[in-house]
């Protein structure tokens, strides 16, 4: 079926350095596609998105990069703090139909 | 208006009963979704509307399950004779398309439902 994966269920990076989370996704018809933060007990909170027709995106200490060859799709944080601390998922959608959401890499930073 | 609001934030039920979930999305925001999560896992998609037309249902969704956004606003999501596998949390967002009805715009989560069956 069609579905968002990411590589790694979980990611230990110590405080100031960067992270990577990245993410696999099968449909290569999806054209828009969304980074979300959710800490426990908490609603998916929007962190980036990009669309099919950009590599890459940037934010504030947040940048996505989007690989159409291999379909891959990558977080990178700059300087994690621990307040990042948290599970990341990407999310898919073509054409304005509902986002597909994959499993989640928890992500834990450490002072 | 601050964000996406649901209520109730925790449910607990006995099995068999009937439950009713509210959502209030952001009020200038014409589509509104409805998914569910269950422990380690990502959103599942149920249902979504633009404004009050309900436009598309997933296979999750049962026949035990209604949602209804009547006025184009507020929504509300039914399950009827509830089972101990729809102990989940369940989660509204909302979202403003661009021209074309293709949405760029981010989708903004509630808090979400939590709903435990006993």
């Known amino acids: 079926g069609e579905s968002v994966g990411l590589h790694l269920p979980t990611l230990s990076v110590q405080e100031g350095d960067n992270s990577i989370i990245n993410c696999a996704y099968s449909?290569?018809?999806?054209?828009?596609f969304i980074w979300y933060k959710q800490e426990s007990g908490k609603g998916p909170q929007f962190i980036i998105d990009?669309?099919?027709?950009?590599d890459k995106r940037q934010g504030q200490r947040v940048t996505v990069l989007l690989n159409k060859t291999v379909k891959h799709l990558s977080l990178q944080i700059a300087a994690t703090q621990p307040g990042d601390s948290a599970v990341y998922f990407c999310?898919?959608?073509?054409?304005?139909?509902?986002?597909?959401f994959g499993k989640g890499t928890t992500l834990s930073v450490s002072s | 208006d601050t964000g996406v609001s649901q209520n109730p934030r925790h449910k607990i039920t006995k099995r068999g009963q009937n439950v009713t979930f509210r959502c209030d999305p952001i009020?200038?925001?014409?589509?509104l979704y409805w998914y569910r999560q269950t422990l380690g896992q990502g959103p599942e998609f149920l249902t979504y509307?633009?404004?009050?037309?309900?436009?598309?249902k997933s296979r999750l969704l049962s026949d035990r399950f209604s949602a209804e956004r009547p006025k184009g606003s507020f929504s509300t999501l039914e399950i009827q004779r509830t089972e101990q596998g729809d102990s989940a949390m369940y989660l509204c967002?909302?979202?403003?398309?661009?021209?074309?009805?293709?949405?760029?715009?981010?989708?903004?989560f509630g808090s979400g439902t939590r709903l435990t069956v006993v």
């Open positions: 449909n290569s018809a999806s054209d828009y």
């Open positions: 990009i669309r099919s027709n950009m």
């Open positions: 967002a909302s979202s403003f398309p661009t021209a074309g009805g293709t949405v760029y715009y981010g989708y903004t």
């Open positions: 509307f633009q404004n009050e037309a309900q436009l598309e």
């Open positions: 999310a898919e959608s073509q054409a304005g139909t509902a986002l597909i």
């Open positions: 009020s200038e925001h014409n589509r």
